[in-house]
């Protein structure tokens, strides 16, 4: 047992670069300590060594940043991201990040508005984690729009469907924002956005904004959390070996679906035998993207052929030597193929 | 386990033998940048030693049970988690006590692409800067159409003020009235937006040049505020109750030991710790207290009324106890030999608000802080604890204070919203509007609310020859719990780098850190 594990450390240690490594591990090491066995969470030491990061309207490399509470019965915070205005005015003050709030992103102009979801599993980090901010940041530069990240609420503390509550509630936020129209038309430009539980979030705002006749313009998945009951071939093969183990993606299914509920269960298996028919629903295009060294993704690929299987639009970015969290840090190519999906999925 | 010393360099940068491809030469100092993103401080040069030390946590965790591994989860003391190298340190420590080994020696292995070594783009690659500068945020967004004029006009007054033109900021004001009589001044922007006009206001009537501005009140009054302030939001009972806890850990295995705190008030903070430390297991140890306060007026010794209460309340809990009150308007005033240390005595100095009092214009003999600071060092405190606002309004230029405070204030009045108890809240509002009123109005030496945020004071601390004492996740844990006793959810505690800080959702509004004064080298110990 401990000979096989000794493999692993190092197989992980031959596909990603040292930062991601450590940066990974880290995480990886430091959540073990978190899920109980019993099921339960250590929400106090969980916050105590997620570091966050304070909003600044002092815009750093072009973006600034604001929180607002959208909903104070429960808490719903959302971080949005935007890109400094040319300083035109000679008497230019920080304030001015929070008066244009009055005015459209532009009228001329389509500027896309990304309503990102975070992972971590249903359980982890928050819109205001440092890694997050980060990503939130590059993201909102690169697409040189909106980018508004949701801190919806987490597992075990509030299982499914709170999370979908929060982000359907925030898409209809967004929507209603006369600051974030755009265009001649003029409308909010609305993406939704999300890794690893994010990305699984994201699918079920759009499917609920499909059946309301909420538009969507676009759904971007990075490596989403989905799953079932079956074992697939993907989560033997590389159990344990590319920083996640299949035990540990069993717990936060148990943590996030209801109580007594398996992993067929049509939050978690979509196109499972639970799951909700997409034929002929207005869903949204997606970009979904598979990182090869993923345990999960033969469910993302499942995911993708259930799209396609519904007749809707679908753009698979596989990624075949990318392992989880490959995002986070720009020092490897995958990240770079990303941003470059991203930009041309939003501007196309 | 009490705070710990601060463990700066020493520990993994000297034992980097067993890398076998060191990275590129920096200066020993360099943190890496791409972590730092993250949230971590890691020396670049201690990257590798960094990566070993996971992987042996790796093959140590996989040998423990789950429940073992949950157990140190539940039960050990963590700090500092931004210094990823030690926190590692501290895992393999609770996880394998007799193993000290160093990492499994394989440091090959990495990809090579550990540095930017894809083309990098100036926006992706170059993230130094993103806490560089500390900037306001607000968390109720402005929409309605009046209060975003109010916003806007408040701002434009504020300039005009800035650039001296008076007339055009008294006009402006009439505009302020008209629009706050439009607004809802109850809640958000309207009711500390109010605050501001008053504050605007007083400031061009009576300029700052022409004499006082803000009418003192008695020490009676004062409390009285002071005192709705404490009871209507958890910011001071949070900053008592960090406080007593580091103290008390400071205290520990002392038999004599000497609190010094800079604004006794009603002595609020210390029932708590005289308790704790009747409870102390081997017994409590002898305790003084010196108490500082302003001079009464009115013919009243309030510092000794309060110190003989709380000599009263030890004598029932069995605690030797001895008091002494210190009058001083301000703290700058204050001679070390008025405190009369022993040199047998643990000492803790409590700050709690007090510090930016000092950060004035300075006399002859240089800025009141320093000498402050001077003198708290000869004292050989075991611990100082500061507790600061988390913002900062001492900025040069008035208009940077003003917006700073502006969003500052609306945050605080926001989480007070969540108060529904009266009188409380209606004299927290007003405890905290003569705040308010001091940061616009005042300048010079009546300006004394000139608060700095936490990255400011560590650097001054750390100037002044004082070493972090790091607040642990035991005080973490401990000050959410206190938070649970308050029905308003949205109060959050956060750790940041050592220290712990308490906001309003996201945004900390005040922070608390416990510091050490690392001794002169031209003392001569005697024995302390």
Known sequence: MAGSNEINVNEAKKVVPLHTWILISNFKLAYNMLRRPDGTFNRELAEFLDRKVVANTVPVDGVYSFDVIIDRATGLLNRIYRCALPETEPGHHPAAGILDLENPLSMTEIVPVVIFFHGGSFTH??????????????????????????????????????????????????????????????????????????????????????????EVLGNMLLHPLFGGEERTESETKLDGKYFVRVQDRDWYWRAFLPEGEDRDHPACNIFGPRGVDLKGVKFPKSLVVVAGFDLVQDWQLKYVEGLENAGQEVKLLFLKKATIGFYFLPNNEHFYTLMDEIKSFVSS | MGPTPYNSSNSSSSACSSSTKPPPPQPPDQMDHLLAGAGYKVRSNDLTQVAERLEHLETVMVKSSPVDISDIGNDAVYYNPTDLASWVDSLLTELNPNGSGSGSGSGSGFVSGSGPAYVSDPVMNDMNNVYGEFGQQVVTPIEEDVSIRLVH????????????????????????????????????????????????????????????????????????????????????????????????????????????????????????????????????????????????????????????????????????????????????????????????????????????????????????????????????????????????????????????????????????????????????????????????????????????????????????????????????????????????????????????????????????????????????????
């Not at chain 2, 008294?170 to 937006?193: M, Y």
């Not at chain 2, 402050?372 to 900025?395: A, F, G, K, T, Y």
């Open chain 1, 125 to 214: 980090s928050s819109a205001n984690s440092a890694i997050y901010d980060t990503f939130c940041r590059r993201l909102t530069g690169l697409i040189k729009g909106v980018v508004v990240s949701v801190n919806y609420r987490r597992s075990p503390e509030h299982r499914y469907p709170c999370a979908y509550e929060d982000g359907w509630e925030t898409l209809q936020w967004v929507h209603s924002r006369p600051w974030l129209l755009s265009g001649k038309d003029p409308k909010v430009h609305v993406y939704l956005a999300g890794d690893s539980s994010g990305g699984n979030i994201a699918h079920h705002v759009a499917f609920r904004a499909a059946e309301a006749g909420v």
């Open chain 2, 153 to 528: 006009v408040l701002m434009t007054c504020a300039e005009a003020v800035q650039r001296g033109d008076l007339s055009l900021a008294g006009l402006l004001i009439d505009d302020l009235q008209g629009l706050l009589g439009r607004v809802n001044s109850g809640c958000g922007i309207g009711k500390v937006g109010s605050f501001f006009v008053d504050a605007l206001s007083r400031r061009v009537v009576n300029s700052p040049q022409n004499g006082v501005v803000q009418v003192d009140l008695s020490a009676y009054e004062n409390e009285i505020l002071y005192h709705h302030y404490y009871e209507a939001c958890p910011y001071l009972k949070f900053a008592h109750f960090t406080a007593n806890q580091a103290i008390l850990e400071a205290f520990d295995g002392q038999d004599c030991v000497h609190v010094i705190d800079f604004n006794l008030m009603q002595g609020l903070q210390w029932p708590a710790l005289i308790q704790a430390l009747a409870l102390r297991p081997g017994g409590p140890p002898l305790l003084r207290l010196t108490g500082i306060g302003p001079p009464s007026l009115d013919g009243r010794d309030s510092l000794r009324e309060i110190g003989l209460k709380l000599a009263e309340l030890a004598r029932s809990v069995n605690v030797r106890f001895a008091f002494r009150g210190v009058a001083a308007t301000r703290l700058d005033d204050v001679k070390p030999w008025m405190l009369q240390v022993s040199p047998k005595e643990a000492v803790a100095v409590n700050s709690i608000m007090q510090l930016h009092k000092l950060l004035g214009p300075g006399g002859p003999r240089g800025p009141p802080v320093d000498l402050v600071l001077d003198w708290i060092r000869d004292l050989n405190p075991r611990i100082l604890m500061v507790v600061e606002q988390e913002s900062n309004h001492n900025q040069p230029e008035f208009l940077d204070r003003f917006t700073e405070s502006l969003y500052y204030y609306s945050t605080m009045f926001d989480s007070l919203d969540a108060c529904t108890a009266q009188p409380e809240k209606t004299l927290a509002e007003l405890y905290i509007q003569r705040e308010i009123c001091n940061v616009v109005c005042c300048e010079g030496s009546a300006r004394v609310e000139r608060h700095e945020p936490l990255v400011r004071w560590r650097e001054r601390l750390t100037g002044a020859g004082f070493a972090p004492l790091h607040l642990g996740s035991n005080a973490f844990k401990q000050a959410r719990m206190l938070l649970t006793l308050f029905s308003a959810e949205g109060y959050s505690v956060e750790e940041n780098e050592g220290c712990l800080t308490l906001g309003w959702h996201s945004r900390p509004l005040i922070a608390a850190s416990a510091w050490q004064a690392i001794p002169k080298p031209s003392v001569v110990t005697t024995g302390r």
